[in-house]
């Protein structure tokens, strides 16, 4: 199993969920400091021979070759690819520069194409190969203060669709999660500075989420999206691709 940006959030509680499921995972990230200390407590944790760590920009098309051809010697073979790089941008049309545009379209679409040509080979090789996305539900509700996140979100919607349809003969199922809003160091980091004097995190969220109108009351946990990447990625759906798979905590307003 292959988890990019997996030392914090969704990926991490992605690793750490596949490997409680006995599974063995390379995980990437951009960080050396993060990958050292997560590695580590992954190790002690669930045995340093089910764990492959690599600092890994997955937009450096080499670095993914190289990571690919770490996970070919240490592993072998590969059955499911978890692509998780993301963000958001905070931006209108008016805001928006056309540097802007070109690094949130590079990185939406670039994150996803590298890691899957670098792991094409070792994925067609597998019995039960699956690629999983990380997507938003921005891809089909766009909002306008993040204008170029949502257009690029929609892209890589498209793009998963095509991939499902092209890699099916090959028996490589690719399906995506689309997020509502889940906790992540970003809204801790929000709360520093935005929240009402005495205000809890908790409560802070808890006010957001009424704000936001999110109908269960609450944002999301990384371990609830790290369940459904794993279900995607796992024989238990192995009727499934091409799907977008909502985790928004019924944010959807599409039918």
């Keep these: 199993m292959v988890v990019t940006g997996g030392s914090s959030g969704i990926g991490l509680a992605t690793v750490k969920l596949l490997l ?19 590695s580590a407590g992954l190790a002690e944790a669930y045995g340093a021979d089910n764990i492959l760590a690599a600092v890994c920009d997955v937009l450096d098309e080499a670095q993914v070759r190289d990571f690919a051809k770490l996970v070919e010697q240490r592993f072998g073979s590969l059955d499911v690819l978890i692509n998780n790089a993301g963000g958001g941008r905070v931006s209108t049309f008016e805001t928006t520069t056309d540097e802007n545009w070109s690094s949130e379209l590079h990185l939406k679409f670039f994150g996803v194409i590298y890691p899957t040509r670098a792991f094409f080979d070792l994925l067609e090789q597998s019995n039960d190969a699956a690629i999983v996305c990380v997507n938003s539900l921005l891809a089909l509700q766009p909002e306008p203060h993040m204008v170029a996140t949502s257009a690029a979100r929609a892209g890589l919607l498209s793009l998963v669709r095509s991939m499902a349809t092209e890699f099916a003969p090959k028996n490589i199922r690719v399906n995506s999660i689309l997020l509502g809003t889940v906790k992540s160091g970003q809204w801790a980091r ?20 009424k704000e ?19 279900f995607l990625a796992s024989p238990a759906s192995g009727y499934t691709t091409g799907a977008a798979f909502d985790v928004s905590g019924g944010m959807a307003r599409h039918m």
């Design 190 to 209: 929000r709360y520093e500075s935005q929240a009402n004097p005495g205000e809890s995190y908790n409560e802070w969220l808890g006010r957001l989420a």
């Design 212 to 230: 936001k109108n999110i109908p269960l009351g609450r944002f999301g946990e990384p371990e609830e999206a790290a369940k459904a990447l794993v």
């Design 20 to 38: 409680e499921e006995g599974a063995r995972v390379a995980f990437c990230a951009r960080n050396p400091k993060a990958i050292e200390q997560v």
